[in-house]
């Protein structure tokens, strides 16, 4: 096991599929999580992926095929638990991920408006100097989602949306979306070989 934990926030943007992806494969690299789940991410998963808000968020992960050992660490929160560990600079991470990213969510992060788990989460890791990886999701963007974006950007998050590529001829949706997870787990210099690399 890594020493390395990452905050991954699933808010209520579409592409549930981002987080169960980067969730495995932070699994497989055994990089311990702190999972936080806003209230509109647990409908749009219920929604896009076949979670059942009454099955524990773990059960539904392996229900993905994602393995499990005893090293594995893993912690879940909702977005109201203002008080978990993630909430203080004190506690120490390696970065924080919202895949995917609502305009809401992308908007009080840009504001600094603080009022859930996930929002204060990354306000802190802006506040730390910490990775902030943020996956916007939302088709045409208006003018203040794009504002929102250069806001977060001049203030140090990586703005990453999940435009999937195509030049490795992915065959299938999961080959689409890990040309994200890979660049996701580059960022935060985890070393994987989810896709081979151009030049290779
Ligand atoms: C199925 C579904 C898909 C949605 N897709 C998007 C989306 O792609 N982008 C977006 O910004 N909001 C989307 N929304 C709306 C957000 O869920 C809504 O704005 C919510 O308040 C976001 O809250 P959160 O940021 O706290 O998760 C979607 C909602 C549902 C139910």
């Known amino acids: 096991m890594s020493n390395k934990t990452i905050v991954v926030a699933i808010s209520g943007a579409s592409g549930a599929i981002y987080?169960?992806?980067l969730i495995k494969a932070f699994i497989e690299a055994q990089i311990g999580l702190l999972i936080i789940l806003s209230d509109a991410g647990?409908?749009?998963?219920?929604h896009e992926m076949g979670y059942d808000k009454n099955q524990s968020f773990v059960e539904?992960?392996?229900s993905y095929k994602i393995k499990f050992n005893q090293d594995t660490k893993i912690d879940i929160f909702f977005q109201n638990e203002i008080a978990s560990a993630s909430a203080s600079g004190s506690f120490i991470h390696s970065g924080m991920v919202v895949a995917p990213c609502?305009?809401?969510t992308l908007s009080a992060i840009a504001a600094g408006y603080a009022d859930n788990l996930i929002t204060r989460s990354a306000d802190v890791c802006l506040k730390e100097g910490r990775p902030l990886i943020l996956l916007?999701?939302?088709?045409?963007?208006?003018?203040?989602?794009?504002?929102?974006?250069v806001r977060v950007k001049k203030a140090g998050a990586v703005v990453l949306p999940p435009n999937p590529s195509f030049y490795q001829f992915p065959k299938t949706i999961e080959d689409?979306?890990?040309t994200i997870v890979a660049r996701i787990l580059?960022?935060?210099?985890?070393s994987n070989d989810?896709?081979?690399r151009w030049g290779d």
Do not use: A, G, Q, W
């Open 102 to 104: 609502s305009m809401k």
């Open 136 to 149: 916007p999701r939302e088709t045409p963007y208006n003018l203040i989602h794009l504002e929102n974006m």
């Open 60 to 62: 539904f992960l392996k």
């Open 194 to 196: 989810i896709l081979s």
């Open 176 to 178: 689409l979306v890990d």
């Open 19 to 21: 987080s169960i992806r």
């Open 186 to 190: 580059d960022h935060l210099k985890i």
């Open 42 to 46: 647990i409908k749009v998963l219920e």
